[in-house]
């Protein structure tokens, strides 16, 4: 079973803080690891996809893998109010299937 | 504008009968997928592509039937023997030349069954 584990939160930082959500998967051999944002009601939005271990820097996020420890995690620094949505951890597996955690739900408090 | 298109985004079923929820791209985009989210939960598959005249089962295929004619289109079934239909269906498409692994999401059909 593929698995994709990520605390549900609610998770709450003050504007300008630093969010960091975190995502363990169960399969050794993935390659593939994507965060996307989801705001209520919509569809999700990637933020970043990140393949290799190490840090991935965009802007104001941060993706940092660590193969040997099965986990992902996406940093937000200078929190803002509009991060406020709940965040997907995804990863694609051998083949060409892409499973998903539940999310974790984000509040930026002004 | 390039994109993934859904329709309708709201959508009323009856009990019994069968309703077909659209998706379209014009990414180019060679694998396309359906997946299935109710509140509070993740993303579930329920049918890929990955060429014209190919798909497979996603984890929960049953009740769902696609087809997959031409590369933009690949249209979803949710026929009367899918017993809780009610819930937000997305779809995604995948490919091109440049990150070929990311997935880019429509807007969604919200379904309910009355």
């Known amino acids: 079973q593929k698995e994709v584990e990520q605390n549900s939160g609610p998770l709450s930082v003050p504007e300008g803080a630093i969010a960091s959500l975190n995502c363990t998967y169960s399969d050794r051999v993935s390659q593939s690891f994507f965060w996307y944002r989801q705001y209520s009601g919509k569809s999700p939005e990637l933020i970043m996809s990140?393949?290799?271990?190490g840090d991935k820097e965009d802007g104001r996020f941060t993706a940092q893998l660590n193969k040997a420890s099965q986990y992902v995690s996406l940093l937000i620094r200078d929190s803002q109010p509009s991060d406020s949505a709940t965040y997907l951890c995804a990863v694609k597996y051998t083949g060409n299937q892409f499973y998903f955690g539940t999310g974790t739900s984000l509040t930026v408090i002004p | 504008d390039g994109g993934i298109t859904q329709s309708p985004k709201y959508l009323f079923r009856k009990e019994g009968q069968n309703v077909t929820l659209s998706c379209e791209q014009n990414l180019n985009h060679d694998a396309m997928y359906w997946y299935r989210q109710d509140p509070g939960q993740g993303l579930r598959l329920i049918y890929y592509?990955?060429?014209?005249?190919?798909?497979q089962k996603g984890d929960i295929a049953e009740g769902y039937s696609v087809s997959r004619e031409k590369k933009e289109s690949f249209p979803l079934t949710v026929t009367s023997a899918q017993k809780n239909p009610t819930a937000f269906y997305l779809c995604a498409s995948r490919g091109g030349l440049v990150g070929t692994d990311t997935q880019y999401f429509g807007p969604g059909t919200r379904l309910t069954v009355l």
């Open positions: 990140i393949y290799s271990n």
């Open positions: 592509s990955q060429i014209v005249n190919d798909f």
